[in-house]
T-cell receptor
Framework: DSGVTQTPKHLITATGQRVTLRCSPRSGDLSVYWYQQSLDQGLQFLIQYYNGEERAKGNILERFSAQQFPDLHSELNLSSLELGDSALYFC????????????FGPGTRLTVL | GQNIDQPTEMTATEGAIVQINCTYQTSGFNGLFWYQQHAGEAPTFLSYNVLDGLEEKGRFSSFLSRSKGYSYLLLKELQMKDSASYLCAVRDGGGATNKLIFGTGTLLAVQP
């Protein structure tokens, strides 16, 4: 158990819908990262937050957005969902923005039908 | 562009040694990481190299050559529980930016 929690564990929805994935970092960690893992593309970095501010951005689609709240939990919002958005979404956290080790949560498996 | 290459699959025997290679071409470099991921589970950190050379940690060692854009992960005394996917990742950027670019992973099957 890494100490990072993610909810929900599984999510099944339809195309065109909007969902919110939630992540609570390890106690004391200020930096949060979101990744998408699909079968054909591997683990893809989406976005990094540190203490509420965006620090780095990957190939995150415009239909996706994220934020980190004052209590340090983070949410990833996915809208206008497409079949290709079906994937495992991982959240990770680290103590500081340049830390060498990121601790991954158990992931949310999103299925878009 | 960003490119990280690893073999897709490898098979090895329990008790043996296996080496998983990774080559990379990235616009920035601030360290190379290896993560282990069992099927359906979260990746877990194994090692980090930023300088050339070998880093040893128990049964696992990782090597880096920055001039060649090359790294390997060495697993000794293989156990059945080592059957997993091994992900090579490069940190692109420095300071407060901790963007990891992952390869597609090497699926290792350890056989009795």
């Amino acid at each position: 158990d890494s100490g990072v929690t993610q909810t929900p564990k599984h999510l099944i929805t339809a195309t065109g819908q909007r969902v919110t994935l939630r992540c609570s970092p390890r106690s004391g960690d200020l930096s949060v990262y979101w990744y998408q893992q699909s079968l054909d593309q591997g683990l893809q970095f989406l976005i990094q937050y540190y203490n509420g501010e965006e620090r780095a951005k990957g190939n995150i689609l415009e239909r996706f957005s994220a934020q980190q709240f004052p209590d340090l939990h983070s949410e990833l919002n996915l809208s206008s969902l497409e079949l290709g958005d079906s994937a495992l979404y991982f959240c990770a956290s680290s103590s500081d923005p340049g830390s060498n080790e990121q601790f991954f949560g158990p992931g949310t498996r999103l299925t878009v039908l | 562009g960003q490119n990280i290459d690893q073999p897709t699959e490898m098979t090895a025997t329990e008790g043996a040694i296996v080496q998983i290679n990774c080559t990379y071409q990235t616009s920035g470099f601030n360290g190379l990481f290896w993560y282990q991921q069992h099927a359906g589970e979260a990746p877990t950190f194994l090692s980090y190299n930023v300088l050339d050379g070998l880093e040893e940690k128990g049964r696992f060692s990782s090597f880096l050559s920055r001039s060649k854009g090359y790294s390997y992960l060495l697993l000794k005394e293989l156990q059945m529980k080592d059957s997993a996917s091994y992900l090579c990742a490069v940190r692109d950027g420095g300071g407060a930016t901790n963007k990891l670019i992952f390869g597609t992973g090497t699926l290792l099957a350890v056989q009795p």
